[in-house]
């Protein structure tokens, strides 16, 4: 699976920015899908995950209410919608793909994205 990450950008506080991650190769169904990200001098975190068949999604703490991920199979696309930005949100924020189930630790993803950095703004 390759997966291209898009969509970062810098925006104000209080600001929605979507982004988008497409997958090419294998049965991209077959993935549970999360978002991590990594803000300079940090570890990088979970963010938010999917299930294979979008049913189940996971949010960390930091993110639930203002956040939001889903997934489009027939365009082998998933998506995180950022809405109520904060400056703490300032990240590269990354795409990842792990067969079946998701995992909140980024070592037991099988697949990344390049990354996009989101930049907010006070």
């Known amino acids: 699976v390759q997966l291209q990450a898009s969509g970062g950008g810098l925006v104000q506080a209080g600001d929605s920015l979507r982004l988008s991650c497409a997958a090419t190769?294998?049965?991209?169904?077959?993935?549970?899908m999360a978002w991590f990200r990594q803000a300079p001098g940090e570890e990088r975190e979970f963010v938010a995950a999917?299930?294979?068949?979008?049913?189940?999604?996971y949010y960390a703490d930091s993110v639930k209410g203002r956040f939001a991920i889903s997934r489009d199979n027939a365009k082998n696309t998933v998506y995180l919608e950022m809405n109520s930005l904060k400056p703490e949100d300032t990240a590269v924020y990354y795409c990842?793909?792990?067969?079946?189930?998701?995992?909140?630790?980024?070592?037991?993803?099988?697949?990344w994205g390049q990354g996009t950095l989101v930049t907010v703004s006070s």
């Open positions: 999917i299930h294979w068949d979008g049913v189940g999604t």
């Open positions: 990842a793909a792990r067969y079946f189930t998701y995992s909140l630790y980024p070592q037991d993803y099988d697949y």
């Open positions: 190769g294998r049965t991209f169904s077959s993935y549970a």
